[in-house]
């Protein structure tokens, strides 16, 4: 399906195709010279089977709601996310954006994700990034979520308002933790700009869920900012069996 675009849009994917003119670029799965993400690693991608959990997004053996989210319901709406995150190509290029300054990627990831967002149907006023602490913001230089959430919002012709959220508490990293204790880490660690999303249907996103207790807790702190709705996306989740719980 061919999709259409603003200009916005166009004009920033026009920008990272000039940086990839002038400074060549290595594909963010495998280093192969020339290329953001090259054809080989697409075709690597694993997508969350069907039949899956309609709040959490989690696949299970028959349609409905899974039996956590009726114990526990989250604050978002709806949590989805593109593609399983595991070793190989994904969990490369992810690395990249986030600790080698592969800018140009989140660009490149985003066009391939807008299929899938676009059959989502969601109605979005103002997207915005899982924001990251302050001491972690100066170590690296730039929100790596912030690399797929701002061409999103050009592509869909959303607001995009980072400031919408802020991190009000350091967490320590959730690589390495359990579900109770990224839960624990990340409780009470987000708020919400009242006057922003205060009757706003928002979408928050991160690159990587695995318990999705981080999309959780910035939910929960947009709902008691008034939005109206919450919607969750991730690039990639991280599925119990598979073991993968780093990024």
């Known amino acids: ?24 670029p290595l594909c963010g799965g495998c280093e192969k010279a020339g290329i953001r993400w090259c ?7 694993s997508f969350i089977s069907e039949p899956k959990c309609e709040i959490c997004g989690l696949p299970q053996a028959s349609e409905g709601i899974c039996v956590s989210c009726k114990e526990n319901k989250p604050s978002y709406n709806i949590l989805r996310s593109w593609a399983v995150f595991e070793e190989g190509p994904i969990r490369d290029a992810l690395h990249g954006m986030k600790y080698r300054q592969d800018l140009g990627l989140g660009d490149s990831l985003l066009a391939e994700m807008l299929e899938y967002i676009d059959q ?18 100066r170590e690296r230089g730039y929100n790596q979520v912030g690399l797929i959430a701002r061409p999103l919002a050009l592509a869909k012709k959303w607001e995009y308002a980072p400031r919408s959220l802020k991190r009000v508490k350091e967490t320590i990293s959730q690589v390495g933790l359990g579900a109770d204790e990224r839960e624990k880490n990340v409780r009470s660690a987000f708020l919400a700009n009242e006057k922003k999303v205060a009757g706003k249907r928002v979408l928050v996103i991160d690159d990587v869920s695995t318990t999705g207790a981080t999309l959780n807790s910035c939910a929960e702190a947009l709902v008691k900012g008034d939005a109206a709705e919450v919607y969750a996306l991730s690039l990639a989740r991280a599925l119990p069996h598979h073991g993968l719980e780093t990024v």
């Open 1 to 24: 399906m061919k999709l259409s675009f603003p200009v916005g849009y166009y004009l920033y994917r026009f920008f990272w195709a000039g940086m990839d003119l002038l400074y060549p």
């Open 39 to 45: 054809e080989d690693c697409k075709k690597t991608i």
């Open 120 to 137: 989502l149907n969601w109605d979005i006023d103002i997207v915005v990034p899982v924001p990251l602490g302050k001491k972690r913001f």
